[in-house]
């Protein structure tokens, strides 16, 4: 296999690769809870699952958090914008979900208790005009059950 291929497949793999510890792939409610306040949102750049170094105090925070409170669960819900094809807005969507879980469990948080799920395009089949690429919708919200 050439550099350039084994490169693009690593590459791949990491985007788009399945959880590395040991967190649950399901659906995460959105309705308040009892362990619930504001959830806490991580900003993410057009097309990417890479964490912002600002978001890292977030995370932290957020962690911290779930361990004060005692919560049972944290849900990491991915969204993405409704620019691109939508298979691989899922993908990201996912992707970022597993970028923020993975930084919450460095935190010590235990990844048993980690639920990560997505949202990609939350705005389904809508067009929004200009406001598809909003900044607010390519975000991972952390919620604590």
């Known amino acids: 296999m050439n550099k350039t291929l084994a490169l693009s497949s690593l ?3 990491l985007l788009f690769g399945a959880p ?19 959830p806490a949102w ?3 750049d057009l097309g990417s699952s890479v964490l912002k170094p600002e978001a890292k105090p977030t995370i932290q925070k957020a962690a ?7 919560a049972v669960k944290v849900c990491i819900v991915g969204q993405t914008d409704k620019l691109g094809d939508k298979n691989y807005n899922a993908k990201l969507a ?15 948080y235990p990844g048993k ?12 089949n809508m067009s929004l005009g ?6 607010k919708d390519r975000r991972v919200t952390i919620i604590f059950r």
Not at 94 to 108: I, P, T
Request: aromatic share 4%; glycine share 8%; net charge negative.
């Open 11 to 13: 590459a791949a793999g």
């Open 20 to 38: 590395s510890f040991a967190q649950s792939v399901g659906n995460c409610p959105t309705a308040g809870s009892a362990a619930n306040s504001e």
């Open 42 to 44: 991580v900003l993410f």
């Open 64 to 70: 911290a958090t779930a361990k004060a409170r005692q």
């Open 94 to 108: 996912m992707a970022r979900s597993q970028a923020v879980a993975a930084e919450l469990v460095r935190d010590g």
């Open 113 to 124: 208790n980690v639920i990560i799920a997505s949202n990609p395009e939350a705005f389904g």
């Open 130 to 135: 200009s406001n598809d690429a909003q900044e």
